[in-house]
């Protein structure tokens, strides 16, 4: 199992890179080549192929991750500046709160994007 966590960390640092999908997946290609075996890719692709979504609020997260955070990063903002504006700290509850949520969903977001990637790559090698 640590390797498909190793695979889906190599995802993640393909989609801090500025370059296309299929650049993305090439690199992606020959590094997983490199370090999982033949049959560990056969495992992993069965795993990431049952994890990964086919619509629904997962879907949606992946594909715009910043567009569903935003609300709540509009949520902290706002309550930052009323906690600041009219000095009430339980306003400032609101801005953790929404900070929190926003964070927690471009994350998740990231890491079904990840996957995604990982899939593609494991797919097209099989």
């Given at each position: 199992m640590?390797?498909?966590?190793g695979?889906?960390?190599?995802?993640?640092?393909?989609?801090?890179?500025y370059?296309?999908?299929?650049?993305?997946?090439?690199?992606?290609?020959?590094?997983?080549?490199l370090?999982?075996?033949a049959?560990k890719?056969?495992?992993i692709?069965?795993?990431?192929?049952?994890?990964?979504?086919?619509g629904?609020?997962?879907?949606?997260?992946?594909?715009?991750?910043?567009?569903?955070?935003?609300?709540?990063?509009?949520i902290?903002?706002?309550?930052?500046?009323?906690?600041i504006?009219f000095?009430?700290?339980?306003?400032l509850?609101?801005?953790?709160a929404?900070?929190?949520?926003?964070?927690?969903?471009?994350?998740w977001?990231?890491?079904?994007?990840?996957?995604?990637?990982?899939?593609?790559?494991?797919?097209?090698q099989?």
């Open positions: 640590e390797q498909y966590e695979l889906i960390l190599m995802a993640e640092d393909e989609l801090t890179e370059s296309t999908n299929a650049r993305k997946v090439e690199k992606l290609r020959s590094k997983m080549g370090s999982v075996s049959a890719q056969r495992q692709k069965e795993t990431l192929l049952e994890e990964m979504s086919t629904g609020i997962k879907q949606l997260v992946e594909t715009q991750r910043q567009t569903v955070a935003l609300p709540f990063w509009g902290a903002g706002l309550g930052l500046l009323l906690g504006s000095f009430q700290p339980l306003d509850i609101a801005t953790l929404g900070g929190g949520v926003a964070l927690s969903l471009q994350r977001g990231w890491k079904l994007q990840a996957k995604r990637s990982a899939s593609e790559d494991v797919v097209s099989s």
